[in-house]
């Protein structure tokens, strides 16, 4: 919970759907993020993946037809943040594990910190030490060329000024690993005036079929 009036939930589904007589079992990663409006918990963005991928049975996706809102002092900081990473990202990637701190830097680390991820088959999540691990050896040993959102996909909410949601498909390109086209959630939480990124939720955009 920050600041008393937003919270993240985030867990592994152990559910179980009786469809057509046929029992299915349903494991996701899931990240619900909840908004206290007039006393009561609200739900305000859901992020689903398979904990193991299967083929996809579901056509293209489709996108929304407009730019990110930035109509707001906040949702430009986050937005700035946001483009802070990117470029710290194309400017040190690929140069080693240990020139990864300014990427390291805009992450708040602590008890509160979750990722959810994949490696390509299974999906897994990290705490703090995991997730700092993670990206300094996948950023450190490989180039990213590119670092884009796919067209009209980013999308910003603040909610009490302190928390932020960002969310978008990503289109980006790594040497040696090709494009990455996943569906990314980003929470942000203002600490001391800085944007610092508390979780992250990754999956593909379109699962193997």
């Known amino acids: 919970v920050y600041y008393g009036n937003v919270a993240n939930l985030t867990f592994i589904s152990d559910f179980e ?15 619900l993020l ?26 293209e996706t489709s996108y929304p037809s407009e730019q990110a809102d930035l109509s707001s002092e906040a949702q430009q900081e986050v937005y700035n943040t946001f483009m802070a990473i990117r470029q710290s990202i194309l400017d040190n990637s690929g140069t080693g594990p240990d020139n990864m701190d300014e990427l390291i830097s805009f992450h708040a680390y ?13 999906g897994y999540s990290f705490n703090s030490e ?25 999308n910003i909410v603040v909610y009490h000024e302190n ?5 978008f498909i990503s289109d980006f390109v790594v040497d040696g690993i090709g494009p990455i086209n996943n ?27």
């Open 34 to 59: 909840f908004v206290k409006t007039d006393g009561e918990w609200k739900l305000v963005h859901e992020h689903h993946s398979p904990k193991e991928m299967v083929a996809s049975t579901e056509g």
């Open 110 to 122: 602590g008890p509160k910190f979750t990722e959810f991820n994949y490696d390509g088959i299974t």
């Open 17 to 31: 759907l009786l469809i057509d007589g046929i029992l299915h079992p349903v494991n996701n990663l899931i990240t």
């Open 163 to 167: 928390v932020a949601n960002v969310t």
């Open 183 to 209: 569906l990314i959630t980003l929470l942000f939480v203002k600490i001391k005036g800085d944007w610092k990124l508390v979780h992250e939720h990754h999956s593909p955009e379109n699962l193997p079929g």
């Open 130 to 154: 995991e997730n700092e691990a993670n990206e300094r050896a996948f950023f450190g040993n490989h180039t990213v060329t590119q670092f884009a959102a796919k067209a009209n996909t980013v």
